[in-house]
């Protein structure tokens, strides 16, 4: 394969995974919105599948284009892809995750607990259509807004999230598996947020190799 047919097959992989990340939290918003959970894991689970066959068909792409020493495409883009690769998967997983506990806790609890993830998955939708515009348009300013995106909000969502919990906690002690179910649902998108931060930073760091620029520290 020719190294600017590679180039734009990767790109677009990427894409396509941040795409199906965007599928899974629309349907968890979505569902936490109208209090109607039936299928959600069923529909992650399958978008979830997808990332993972893209994760393998992109891995063999850039070990190619490694074992190749193509001129035309550069190895620092290779590598980013390379290492971006099971931070993208990683959210998809955490985005599953998320899904299979809501659904499981909607016939359980009230639907202000389930509620509770709006914020923070509407924050980190938001994230990741800023990391899709930064690789599209090589958009080094877009992909440190995205990084800070995550350590300056995604952090106090995630507290939000447990202070909510504790809160019903304390008025509902009998509750105590489903305050544990939506600690571990906030852990969840914390940490797909951090993914979500992680592959800002490799994009930067490619971005500013091509450029000749310092890599500067996100603040």
């Known amino acids: 394969m020719l190294p600017a047919a590679r180039t734009t097959l990767l790109t677009a992989g990427l894409l396509r995974m941040i795409s199906i990340a965007l599928e899974q939290l629309q349907a968890v918003r979505t569902a936490s919105e109208r209090a109607e959970f039936a299928g959600l894991a069923a529909t992650a689970n399958r978008l979830e ?21 193509q001129s035309g495409g550069t190895p620092e883009f290779y590598l980013m892809v390379f290492r971006s690769l ?26 202000a607990t389930l509620q509770d993830v709006l914020p923070i998955t509407t924050h980190l939708t938001e994230m990741l259509e800023l990391l899709a515009y930064a690789i599209t348009e090589r958009d080094i300013a877009a992909a440190r ?6 350590f300056e909000d995604v952090d106090a969502l995630y507290e939000q999230m447990l202070r909510a919990s504790l ?19 906030a852990r969840n998108l914390e940490r797909l947020g951090d993914h979500v931060g992680h592959v800002a930073a490799r994009l930067e760091r490619y971005l500013r190799s091509e450029e000749g620029r310092p890599l500067r520290q996100a603040n």
């Open 49 to 69: 599948a997808e990332t993972d066959r893209l994760e393998r068909d992109m891995e063999e792409q850039c070990l190619q284009a490694f074992a190749g020493h």
């Open 86 to 111: 099971t931070h993208l998967e990683r959210v998809g997983d955490y985005a599953f995750g998320v899904a299979s506990e809501l659904e499981r806790l909607a016939p359980r609890t009230r639907s």
């Open 145 to 150: 807004r995205v990084q800070r995106m995550d």
């Open 167 to 185: 809160t019903r906690l304390r008025e509902r002690p009998e509750d105590h598996e489903i305050a544990l179910a939506a600690g571990r649902m």
